[in-house]
């Protein structure tokens, strides 16, 4: 029901920076969640944040709070993660994700529709 589209993954330098993003089509409810999670490889997958999407409200992870930022566009429904100062710790596939209430979370399996992911390498 829920179709998620990323882009703005790549190789990035340490210190650099990207902008995913996440255009969603085909929900119904105007309260939700879009979260935004990553995995390396034999790790499992973490929260990295998330918006909600009637007040705007954000959560970070610590690992990445400063340096990310998560915005939105609701005309083109779509959610931004924007990632400087870049580490290597960083690489990861990066997955946004949507839940259908207003409750900010960073658990996985309260996600009901995910994108494709979308690969980000930070190396030298």
């Known amino acids: 029901q829920v179709q998620l589209v990323e882009s703005g993954g790549g190789l990035v330098q340490p210190g650099g920076s990207l902008r995913l993003s996440c255009a969603a089509s085909?929900?119904?409810?105007?309260?939700?969640?879009i979260g935004w999670f990553r995995q390396a490889p034999g790790k499992e997958r973490e929260g990295v944040s998330c918006?909600?999407?009637?007040?705007?409200?954000?959560h970070y992870a610590d690992s990445v709070k400063g340096r990310f930022t998560l915005s939105r566009d609701n005309a083109k429904n779509t959610a931004y993660l924007q990632m400087t100062s870049l580490k290597p710790e960083d690489t990861a596939v990066y997955y946004c994700?949507?839940?259908?209430?207003?409750?900010?979370?960073?658990?996985?399996?309260?996600?009901?529709?995910w994108g494709q992911g979308t690969q980000v390498t930070v190396s030298s």
């Open positions: 994700a949507y839940k259908s209430d207003s409750r900010l979370s960073a658990s996985d399996y309260e996600y009901e529709f």
């Open positions: 085909g929900f119904t409810h105007d309260d939700y969640v």
């Open positions: 918006i909600s999407s009637s007040l705007g409200l954000r």
